[in-house]
């Protein structure tokens, strides 16, 4: 095996997108516009999406890490407008999309244009979480978003499953289809509810922090394919895993987590950057396969109708799916204000597509069962391509100056420190109630100077939240907890100096500069969490 093609993807696409956060354009959308160009440049490997790589291989750990970073109890807030979207939508868009496909493209079958349909249904959010966060969305819309990424590949993949039974002529009815669906869901989310303690459990009993971060990688790969066995949805296993472990995390060793977070930002860099790099990379592939059957305009057009049928088709489901219930239901209206169209309109425009409809695609197989070629297979590919294109660079670009000019209220900074400055003191007094308590004991007994030190600890935890809202420094611009950590860190730079220095030196060795560095790494990385 050739190892240098997947050497060349993964350190080209780690700089592009390194180079991405030096310019004003979303990391996704540089990355699939670099491939694009690369994709003819004589001598670049012909990179091909391979399905049984990406869905078990790749989609697992990407949805890990979207699931453990989210809130359990956001999404439940906002678990209408996620259903809705994430099954609602999918189902909506897989028969207008392929309803209108059959319209459009001549010879295309209904049941082709519905596995089309399907596989183009799922927007993935990647890059329009990327957007929100970058100009700062209101954290409602971002928590939509990102609910809607967790559970809406799930629904297509069973929509897609469902389609292409009945392309291939395997017989689906409505009443299979809908059992499948079912049989996906309940059986994915079963799965997952049955495996979240027991790894829970393992976690926090395991003592070693490599063995734990071990688990932590195998878990969504286990999860996933322990629901796939059972033909159930490995999507909504993971998912069902990650939300409660990401929610019970406070429950792991500390070390664990401090290594966890910076093993699978690694893992999640890597993966990001090469899976959208690999959408440009695919032009040459799917160009070639489209083949002279629909050269010339006639695939533009094409390309083009379906475009703007899936765009158009997101704002058409968002709109009522927003306001009908509201207007259907009293409780509703009283437990929620009134959405404005803005809102909605963001949320519309955020559906673009992503590597998952262009996996789905290429795993459609070439031929039926009796052996001749599968109908429309090379178009389906080429649209699903073009439509993913399109979304990722029409929606993806505009997506940041609408924002801006829709003036949507982003969050509010100063209420969510003031916030954050309360609960730290309360979290601070009842430490210091716990150590109060401590020192009485005499099995605790402490030099005074040790026991002032716990409490200036304590102190400056709680201060350097209050400090954020202070005034700043009239010469440096910087408020005094940056002054603070500033000075921290040249402490620490100076220390680490000299422990080099004795290494060299030969009056420590290496195993002892390496203890002494952990121990200045933790302290530095203390102070740089207290401002993050």
Do not use: C
């Not at 993964?10 to 997108?17: E, L, M, Q, T």
């Not at 286990?222 to 990401?246: D, I, K, R």
């Not at 590919?381 to 949507?408: E, K, N, S, W």
Request: charged share 20%; proline share 6%; glycine share 6%.
């Amino acid at each position: 095996m050739d190892v240098m093609p997947l050497l060349l993807l993964v350190a080209g696409s780690a700089a592009v997108a390194a180079a991405a956060r030096r310019t004003p354009v979303p990391a996704p959308l540089l990355l699939v516009a670099v491939g694009l160009m690369f994709s003819y440049v004589p001598g670049v490997p012909e990179y091909t999406l391979d399905p049984d790589i990406v869905l078990p291989l790749v989609l697992p750990p990407l949805l890990h890490t979207a699931a453990t970073d989210s809130s359990y109890l956001d999404l439940r807030a906002q678990l209408r407008p996620v259903a809705l979207l994430s099954v609602g939508y999918v189902l909506f868009a897989t028969i207008v999309v392929g309803w209108a496909a059959y319209q459009i493209v001549p010879g295309l079958s209904l049941t082709g244009a519905l596995v089309l349909g399907a596989v183009v249904a799922p927007p993935d959010a990647v890059a329009a979480t990327a957007v929100a966060r970058r100009v700062g969305l209101p954290s409602r819309i971002t928590t939509i978003l990102q609910g809607e990424s967790l559970v809406n590949d799930a629904t297509a993949i069973t929509a897609y499953r469902v389609a292409l039974a009945a392309a291939v002529g395997e017989g689906a009815s409505w009443a299979g289809g809908i059992g499948e669906f079912l049989l996906a869901a309940v059986g994915g989310v079963a799965v997952g509810l049955v495996l979240m303690v027991p790894i829970h459990w393992l976690r926090t009993h395991l003592k070693e922090p490599l063995l734990q971060n071990t688990l932590s990688l195998l878990i969504p790969f286990v999860a996933y394919a322990s629901a796939e066995q059972f033909h159930a949805s490995g999507v909504l296993a993971v998912v069902v895993v990650a939300l409660f472990l990401g929610h019970r995390a406070w429950e792991v060793d500390f070390a664990t987590r401090l290594q966890e977070e910076a093993v699978w930002k690694m893992v999640a860099f890597v993966l990001e950057s090469s899976v959208f790099a690999l959408i440009g990379l695919q032009l040459r592939v799917v160009l070639k396969g489209l083949g002279e059957q629909y050269e010339g305009g006639r695939a533009v057009w094409y390309a083009v109708a379906v475009f703007l049928v899936v765009v158009v088709s997101r704002f058409v489901w968002v709109y009522p799916a927003t306001y009908l219930p509201r207007l259907l239901s009293a409780r509703i209206r009283e437990r929620e204000d009134d959405p404005t169209w803005k809102g909605p309109f963001v949320i519309a425009w955020a559906g673009m597509r992503g590597v998952v409809s262009l996996a789905i695609a290429f795993s459609i197989p070439e031929t039926l069962h009796g052996g001749e070629p599968f109908p429309g297979r090379n178009l389906i590919l080429f649209l699903t391509f073009t439509t993913v294109i399109g979304t990722l660079v029409v929606q993806g670009v505009t997506l940041p100056p609408l924002i801006r000019m829709l003036r949507l209220p982003g969050r509010d900074t100063q209420a969510e420190t003031l916030a954050e400055a309360n609960a730290q003191a309360q979290a601070s007094r009842a430490a210091e109630r716990r150590l109060d308590d401590l020192l009485s004991d005499e099995r605790n007994t402490l030099p005074q100077p040790l026991a002032d030190r716990l409490r200036t600890v304590l102190e400056r935890r709680q201060n350097a939240v209050w400090e954020r809202l202070g005034s700043v420094n009239p010469v440096t611009g910087e408020t005094v907890d940056d002054t603070y950590r500033r000075l921290s860190r040249e402490m620490i730079s100076a220390e680490r100096a000299v422990f080099v220095k004795l290494r060299d030196g030969r009056h420590i060795d290496d195993e002892m500069l390496r203890t002494l560095l952990r121990r200045l790494d933790l302290e530095e990385a203390a102070a740089y969490r207290e401002a993050a």
